[in-house]
């Protein structure tokens, strides 16, 4: 009864409708959707919009293992159970993860990937690879207690104006057609949808659409990866 509830709870919120029809697609012909977006960094003033947010929230980003070891353990803990692999393999990468903290816990999460070829293990093992100056989004993640103040829309607009600052023109992101709430913060945002991705649930690559004419190709990779 409780998972009923949820679930007309979902579709009965902003998007909810679109989502459940897809959680549908996936249940009936075992079939997932995952979207793809992308947000212009050159238009980052213009499209970029006043989130509210706690005021005692902090903005972090971890670059280097120097980063990881001036922060709190608790906190990298924390990080790295929504991270896909650890803070420490993901800095290791070349990635750097970002985080609003509000004292003593994470508030919501995400991963950058500056790599050319970026490789993920959702919806299953893909490659993406990207355009000169593409960034890649990944585990955006905002925990349960802090959803709804516009934590994910504040982390998301500070990312990418780092990201303008060190000369990136573009990041793109993937998300699953049924989460309506990721889907709201980036439509809020900006952010604009480039394409999709269409796979089976037992991992098989069926289509693209839209992808690799705007610079971003998506193919079935060779070995277990994540999306940092």
């Not at 972090?60 to 709190?72: A, N, V």
Request: proline letters at 4%; a positive charge.
């Amino acid at each position: 009864m409780h998972l009923l509830n949820e679930r007309i709870n979902q579709a009965l919120s902003r998007g909810g409708l679109s989502a459940t029809a897809f959680w549908l697609l996936k249940i009936l012909f075992r079939i997932e959707v995952h979207f793809l977006y992308a947000f212009d960094l050159a238009n980052r003033s213009a499209t970029s919009k006043t989130s509210t947010h706690h005021p005692g929230f902090d903005f972090i980003s971890l670059h280097t293992q120097h980063d990881i070891d001036s922060t709190p353990p608790a906190l990298i803990a924390q990080l790295n159970e929504q991270s896909g692999w650890s803070v420490n393999r993901l800095i290791e990468q070349g990635s750097t993860v970002y985080a609003l903290v509000d004292d003593s816990n994470i508030v919501s999460q995400l991963n950058i990937g500056w790599q050319p070829i970026i490789t993920v293990d959702s919806p299953t093992h893909l490659t993406f690879t990207l355009s000169p100056k593409d960034a890649f989004l990944g585990y955006l993640f905002t925990y349960p207690k802090y959803r709804g103040c516009g934590a994910a829309t504040k982390l998301v607009e500070k990312v990418c104006e780092d990201a303008a600052f060190r000369k990136y023109s573009r990041i793109v992101t993937h998300i699953r057609s049924t989460n309506a709430p990721s889907l709201n913060t980036f439509k809020k945002i900006g952010w604009k949808r480039i394409g999709w991705i269409l796979t089976s649930t037992n991992g098989r690559l069926l289509s693209t659409r839209s992808a690799k004419k705007i610079g971003v190709h998506i193919a079935k990779a060779n070995h277990p990866a994540n999306d940092g």
